[in-house]
Nanobody
Framework: QVQLVESGGGLVQPGGSLRLSCVAS????????MGWFRQAPGKEREIVAAISGSGSSTYYASSVKGRFTISRDNAKNTVYLQVNSLKPEDTAVYCC???????????????WGQGTQVTVSS
């Protein structure tokens, strides 16, 4: 069982930045691929970024490539999402997820956090 707790969301102006964090319980964090997903009101959940257990492989949705960066610190059981150049359309609840298989769809992730709200507005 893996428990995930996100933090770092908030209200930010367009063009601003945030650093989202997700802390995982357990002693085998490096065994899990991690993903960040987001869901905006009235829209389907979508993947934002993913990172393999070792951190050697990463994936970004085309809508965030060049603006968002996923990273992980296995010694701290933490995965990060640095979000820069935020746009109003980035407004959503951002959730982290853990899975034993590195993938870019939700079905590959068995464990989910509760999410952190990111609101981009002037």
């Amino acid at each position: 069982q893996v428990q995930l707790v996100e933090s770092g969301g908030g209200l930010v102006q367009p063009g601003g930045s945030l650093r989202l964090s997700c802390v995982a319980s357990g002693r085998t964090f490096s065994s899990y691929a991690m993903g960040w997903f987001r869901q905006a009101p009235g829209k389907e959940r979508e993947i934002v970024a993913a990172i393999s257990g070792s951190g050697s492989s990463t994936y970004y949705a085309s809508s965030v490539k060049g603006r968002f960066t996923i990273s992980r610190d296995n010694a701290k059981n933490t995965v990060y999402l640095q979000v820069n150049s935020l746009k109003p359309e980035d407004t959503a609840v951002y959730c982290c997820a853990a899975g034993l298989l590195y993938g870019i769809t939700a079905r590959e992730y068995a464990y989910w956090g509760q999410g952190t709200q990111v609101t981009v507005s002037s």
